[in-house]
């Protein structure tokens, strides 16, 4: 991280100048302590993919993060799917480069977008980020919060088809779904079927329309005015970019001399790091390399706080409702009802939530 | 006199025949097109320099008519129809058996040129004119090379047909001459051309000069193949004895075909955005699509499906066709798409009925004009996996009705091994639906039909990519997609599978399509109906109702 860097560079050294130490009081290691207390915790990031089947998710999370997470999987076919709702499944796996630890949760969405009737197919992913923004803030507020477990969902991929003219209906509806609840960043999918003119119309296309339907995806932070420039300047390439055009490959061909992640075409090969064929790179970057934590700071301040705010409100609407005494510290249930009950409180809640909300 | 001339020009016939029947064996079936270009032949009827192709599979002759001297020159095995010229003989020689010949050609003759000056298709005066100054779209890119050559060639070789020559662009069928082959079916080209070993005197174009210049031109060069009246040929032919001449019904029947014109009517379903439009317009080589008729196409994707019909009448080589492109825009976009589907089979069993009100008309048509959908062409997106449930909900109901070609779509973002996966996971999962698109299985006549057809089986679905761009690809320009990896070539097999598609519903089975679809899936639907409303229908007709049963199929 460059903050780390350009703090590295102020550890003071053990000088002849006493003057200078005197003056000196030394909190500036402190960065340094916590990024040595972190590397020693490790870090752990969430990360959903969605979008329709066959669009590469699976080999893009492979090809981000160099693993093989999905090995054993068993695709269904066309009439097995028919029925098939959405399901939600976890892949964990504990990565380590360089003495620091990541563990890393991939939330998959097998099903999303592949029925013929596709009605609230968000619905099931949306209720999982709920989930686990519940679990959050139930640990959060109990007695024991020695380990608490961050199950939330730092980052939601999601996988738009190159073939259309830019967004379908149902890639609008699940990102206005999800917008509020998750950090979402839309990537084109397969981008290895598109000429970059086609590329170019199509970004365009989808900025426009994402603007149009006011679908709040994932912003960069500006950079702050005392960057170098250089970083200016990638910040600014990598803003234009969105959404990326990504390629994902599982295979290693020979390209230019060298072995590279690619895909062998009779035409040509692409490669998947090559910055003129595709942006994964970029993405690649930006996930991991610079803003992952960024994702991770955007969850918790902006919208575990919402939902927190939100639950605040509608107990408090709730005890309202019920005459009793309001009272300003949101009393907690102290037993923990079962994922059901509570889930039909909240929905009782959110029939009734606007006039509480009114009266609060 | 005159019955040995008869006889000359019947043995002429049938040696042109016999020779055709050769060259149709040496004919590649259509899997193996890639070095035939049909678009090249080049007819040398005097029914105005058209190629009909008689049938839809390979099974078409070739142009040639050789003389008998010329037997054993190779020669295009696909015009079947060309050979018209040479035993049409409509020249107007004044050889002496030129002379029966020309009898009969002038006629038919005549009643052929009608149409062509009136063929005005896209701006062409004249398919032959077309031809050298590539007006018709269809012969955009392989034509132009054609006329070329076998115009020098007939001028080098008979100076007096010179006039003759100016008019005809395709020098064809003489025996001499290189006869190319028809125009559609994957003709072998080129086939030697032997100069005539005499002069001709007696072929003096008269008739040259007339509109069918170039229906002349084939037959004055035919007519010296053809009659070799006075033995200056080398070799005369033989005569024969037993020949009646009842195949020249086939030159019949082309004619009369090359004049009505065809019909085809093709439907285009697919999500938006795979390139519906695009392979309409690469497969016709030119803007046949919605996109490009339609000013103010834009690409919001609309609410409802709707179905939009567009007509084009195109031309080649003097064979006229009215294709229909019938697009679907809307289908499989919202998120909701249940029931999708039936507002296409409503449109496709709309046309059957238009088609069945016509047919029991008491009055009728003489023609009637055929909307009904030949053949739908199914988009399916590459998504390297399997099939879509609403992939197979559509087909399943689909090809009941209706002949369907499911196509992979947008194919360029599969590799090689990817494609052959996504393939047999398709044709596994049709096979498990019992889903039986084109060409099925049971409507296969004979063994030759099931082998070519068992070939095209298991090559389906063909995995295309659609272009309507030329790069410049090793010197020559191809239409192509280029990317910053590599140019992908539309034509070429060993990138995608567009050429095989084309071959099959244009150059050898388009008839057989139609055939399907008149024959089975509108007859299954007029039962049908017939059936419902058997009494109300026989009333109306004056029809005793057992009359109708025996109709049925």
Avoid at chain 1, 258 to 276: A, C, D, F, H, K
Avoid at chain 2, 498 to 515: C, E, S
Wanted: charge should be neutral.
């Amino acid at each position: 991280m460059t903050t780390n860097i350009r703090y590295k560079s102020r550890i003071p050294v053990k000088t002849e100048d006493s003057a200078e130490e005197k003056q000196y009081v030394g909190f500036a290691t402190l960065p340094n302590q916590v990024h040595r207390k972190s590397v020693k915790k490790g870090f752990d990031f969430t990360l959903m993919v969605a979008g329709e089947s066959g669009m590469g998710k699976s080999t893009l999370v492979n090809s981000l993060f160099l693993t093989d997470l999905y090995k054993d999987r068993k695709l269904l076919n066309a009439e097995e799917r028919i029925n098939q709702t959405v399901e939600i499944i976890k892949h964990t796996v504990d990565i380590e480069e360089k003495g620091v630890k990541l563990k890393l949760t991939i939330v998959d969405t097998p099903g999303f977008g592949d029925a013929v009737n596709n009605n609230e197919c968000w619905k099931p992913i949306t209720d999982y980020i709920d989930q686990q923004f519940e679990q959050y803030f139930r640990d959060e507020s109990g007695l024991n919060r020695k380990n608490i477990q961050d199950n939330r969902v730092h980052c939601c991929l999601y996988f738009i088809p190159p073939f259309g003219h830019g967004l379908r209906p149902v890639d609008v509806e699940f990102m206005k779904a999800l917008h509020e609840k998750v950090n979402i960043i839309p990537l084109i999918a397969k981008a290895d079927c598109l000429t970059p003119n086609e590329i170019k119309k199509l970004k365009d296309r989808i900025r426009e329309e994402i603007d149009k339907f006011g679908i709040k995806v994932y912003q960069f932070p500006e950079c702050d005015s005392d960057e170098d420039e250089e970083f200016k300047q990638l910040d600014k390439e990598l803003k234009e970019c969105t959404p990326f055009a990504v390629i994902g490959s599982n295979t290693v061909v020979e390209a230019r001399g060298q072995r590279v992640r690619g895909r062998l075409y009779p035409w040509g090969i692409v490669e998947v790091e090559n910055q003129s064929h595709c942006d994964f790179v970029k993405l690649r970057n930006m996930l991991i390399r610079s803003h992952m934590h960024d994702l991770k700071d955007v969850t918790c301040d902006v919208h575990y706080e919402n939902y927190r705010a939100q639950c605040i409100q509608e107990m408090t609407s709730k005890l309202a409702q019920d005459n009793r005494m309001e009272s300003p510290i949101p009393i907690l249930p102290l037993s923990t009802p079962d994922a059901e009950t509570e889930k039909l409180i909240k929905m009782k809640d959110e029939e009734q939530g606007v006039v509480g909300l009114s009266r609060a | 006199m005159l019955s040995c001339y008869v006889k000359r020009v019947k043995s002429a016939l049938k040696r042109s025949f016999e020779v055709e029947e050769t060259d149709s064996s040496t004919h590649p079936s259509p899997l193996s097109r890639r070095n035939t270009n049909p678009l090249r032949s080049s007819t040398s009827s005097t029914s105005s320099q058209r190629s009909y192709d008689l049938s839809s599979r390979n099974s078409d002759y070739s142009s040639s008519r050789s003389s008998p001297s010329e037997s054993s020159n190779p020669r295009s095995p696909k015009a079947g129809m060309s050979r018209i010229e040479l035993s049409g003989g409509r020249n107007p020689d004044t050889a002496s058996s030129r002379r029966t010949e020309m009898s009969i050609e002038v006629s038919s003759k005549q009643i052929d040129n009608s149409p062509s000056p009136g063929i005005a298709r896209f701006g062409l005066k004249r398919p032959e004119v077309s031809l050298s100054n590539r007006s018709t779209p269809l012969d955009k890119l392989s034509m132009t090379r054609i006329p070329e050559p076998p115009q020098r060639r007939a001028e080098s070789t008979s100076p007096i047909i010179s006039p003759v020559e100016g008019a005809s662009r395709r020098p064809e069928m003489p025996v001499f001459r290189q006869p190319e082959g028809l125009v559609p079916s994957s003709a072998v080209e080129n086939n030697n051309h032997h100069l005539p070993p005499a002069p001709r005197p007696e072929v003096i174009p008269s008739y040259s000069s007339s509109a069918m210049s170039e229906a002349v031109a084939p037959d004055a060069m035919v007519s010296p193949a053809v009659g070799v009246p006075y033995g200056e040929k080398a070799g005369g032919p033989v005569l024969d004895f037993s020949y009646v001449g009842i195949d020249a019904i086939l030159e019949q029947m082309r004619r009369k075909a090359m004049k009505q014109g065809f019909e085809l009517n093709i439907m285009v379903v697919g999500q938006s955005g795979l390139g519906k439009s695009t392979l309409m317009n690469t497969l016709f080589k030119s803007k046949v699509s919605r996109k490009s008729v339609l000013a103010t196409a834009q690409e919001k994707i609309p609410k409802t499906i709707e179905i939009k019909s567009i007509s084009h009448d195109i031309e080649e080589k003097g064979v006229r066709m009215k294709l229909t492109v019938i697009d679907t825009p809307g289908f499989g976009d919202q998120i909701n798409n249940e029931n999708c589907w039936q507002p296409i089979m409503k449109f496709i069993n709309d046309q059957y009925e238009a088609y069945l009100q016509e047919e029991i008309n008491i009055n009728r048509k003489k023609r009637i004009p055929d909307s009904r959908v030949h053949c739908c062409i199914y988009f399916i997106p590459p998504t390297g996996h399997c099939l879509r449930p609403l992939d197979v909900e559509f087909m399943r109901r689909l090809s009941k009705v209706v002949n369907i070609v499911p196509v992979i779509a947008k194919a360029d973002t599969l590799t090689l091994e990817e494609r052959d996966f996504f393939k047999k996971k398709i044709r596994e999962e049709l096979r498990a639906n019992g889903i039986d698109v084109y060409p099925q299985k049971e409507f296969d006549e004979d063994a030759e039909d099931r082998m070519i057809n068992e070939k095209i089986r298991e090559m389906i679905p063909f995995a295309v990519v659609g272009s309507d761009q030329e790069y410049q690809v090793n010197g020559r320009r191809l239409l192509g997609r280029k990317t910053k990896w590599g140019t992908i070539e539309v034509e070429n097999i060993a990138h995608c599978e567009f050429a095989y598609l084309r071959d099959l519903l244009i150059r050898t089975h388009m008839q057989n399509i139609k055939d399907i679809t008149s024959s089975i899936h509108y007859e299954m639907y007029r039962v049908r109906r017939l059936n419902e409303n058997n009494t109300v229908v026989a009333h109306a007709n004056g029809i005793p109702e057992h009359h109708l049963s025996a109709h049925e199929m």
